[in-house]
């Protein structure tokens, strides 16, 4: 099943609005930032910015997943929220977010977190949100319970990083808990 209406490239709901041409420089520096790429389990350091363009028009028209831009009171990029994987039979969807440095710390993760919430259980009707993150990442972990999110399982050595592996930790979040 797909999403009733692709959000299209004028799409705005809260702090989120459709991703712009113009997010790539700023997304870009986020995905190639050593620091921020190390926290995901995809290699963001590779994606070119033809990648990165592609990304933003495919959010425009995607009846698959939800990529939108966090967005300051001025309308600049904050960072990215996205619910990907929509499975309608079982009303849920994957939440993702990567945030640029300069919307780290402003209170933006965490409202644009719960804009993509609502629009998730009062707008798609979505029964559940769920995401994974690396067990070794605190800062995310104490960010996704602040959000409301609840921790329900380890996948131990799901990944492997370099010479070792590292666990995943599943967490979710059901309509109505917010």
Known sequence: MNLP???GQCFEYGTLRSLRKADVAPM?????????ARLFTRDFRS???LEAVEF?????DSTENVHLAVASATGSYLGTVSLKRLD???????YAIAM???GRGT???????????????KELNLHRVYLCVRESNLRA??????????????????IRDGESFEGLEWWSILNGEL
């Open 107 to 121: 209170g933006a993760s965490l409202k644009g977190t719960h804009d993509l919430l609502e629009l998730a259980f």
């Open 88 to 94: 309608w039979k079982n009303e849920s969807a994957e």
């Open 28 to 36: 870009l520096e986020w995905m190639h930032d050593e620091g921020t």
């Open 56 to 60: 933003v028009r495919s959010s425009w």
């Open 141 to 158: 972990k104490r960010f996704y319970e602040k959000a409301g999110f609840t921790y329900e399982g380890l996948a131990r050595d799901a």
């Open 5 to 7: 209406v692709p959000l």
């Open 100 to 102: 640029h440095p300069e």
């Open 47 to 49: 994606v070119t910015e």
